[in-house]
């Protein structure tokens, strides 16, 4: 009788335990969507040293040609996470998608100067002034790079209204200026680096220098439909990119954090050795988001009144 009843019971814990969902199984899959920059390398490490797996999180990393597509994709359940920069998630926000924040990619630091305005060799840009009339590329019209260099060109005195802008991603610049369909373009490494190394261009300035430090170059957005349905999985994102930031804040880890950019953006190891990475940020508060609000609206960007404390996932 009480072999019977031990089987009975043993019989009903492995029936109870097989109904009860793991929790690998209650977390979703995610499609993450990122940009050829290394300010997503916090995303890289994630991937790459296990952080997500350690959290039950099936993370698929999909390539985005340009910035500026990453919220439509996130609309249309293409993406279920995307890492489009802040004036670009503000810009969503205020056409009204209904997006908020999980966490944060790289910071601004004046110490970086991995991206600029890259001149065509023979255009005789040298300043800003050289801009007026002239064509000028942008890896996403009201993007980072788009609506920092407008700040840079107002802050400089000049009309920012009076350069003409072309949408073109990174892996174009070199051959638009190569091709004279363009001036100039506002690029990143290691585009930027490729560029001068081939001689089709120059830099005319590492305008980013001008920027406070601190303050998010890229943010991880999803649909606030989907983070209220999976506030775990949200969660478990953000903590997987704190302690990939602690791990790159670590100097002896600085070849796997190269190794893992490498991977993702897909450059050779003498580009790989010298880009510049971007300091992590995987949290975003309320200041950092508040400055993007201030500096879109000085440039009429924005056409409601935002509210940044609702705009970020707890």
Request: net charge positive.
């Amino acid at each position: 009788m009480m072999k019977r009843r031990t089987l009975l019971s043993a019989l009903a814990a492995a029936s109870a335990a097989t109904a009860l969902p793991s929790r690998a199984q209650s977390n979703p899959k995610i499609v993450f969507g990122y940009t050829a920059v290394s300010d997503f390398a916090s995303v890289f490490v994630a991937a790459e040293e296990g952080y997500f797996k350690k959290r039950n999180l099936d993370v698929e990393l999909k390539f985005i040609p340009l910035n500026s597509t990453i919220p439509a994709a996130l609309q249309s359940d293409s993406l279920q996470i995307g890492g489009p920069t802040p004036s670009v998630f503000l810009q969503s926000v205020d056409g009204g998608l209904d997006l908020v924040l999980v966490a944060g990619g790289g910071l601004t630091s004046k110490t970086i100067t991995g991206f600029g305005l890259v001149a065509r060799a023979g255009s005789g840009i040298k300043g800003p002034q050289d801009c007026v009339g002239k064509k000028i590329g942008v890896p996403g019209l009201g993007a980072f790079l788009h609506v920092t260099f407008r700040a840079w060109l107002k802050e400089s005195g000049v009309d920012y209204r009076k350069v003409n802008f072309v949408e073109a991603s990174f892996p174009q610049h070199a051959d638009l200026l190569r091709g004279g369909s363009v001036d100039a373009v506002v690029s990143a490494d290691p585009f930027m680096s490729r560029i001068t190394e081939s001689g089709a261009g120059y830099v005319a300035s590492y305008y980013s220098t001008f920027l406070p430090e601190n303050n998010q170059t890229i943010v991880h957005a999803a649909k606030r439909e989907w983070v209220a349905k999976n506030p775990a999985a949200a969660r478990a994102f953000r903590e997987s990119l704190v302690e990939a930031a602690g791990f790159m804040q670590q100097p002896k880890n600085d070849a796997k954090v190269r190794a893992a950019i490498g991977k993702y953006i897909k450059l050779p190891p003498e580009v790989l050795a010298k880009i510049q990475i971007s300091p992590p940020g995987a949290t975003v508060s309320e200041k950092q988001l508040g400055y993007w609000v201030g500096l879109m609206k000085d440039q009429d960007m924005l056409k409601t009144s935002i509210d940044v404390a609702k705009l970020i996932a707890k």
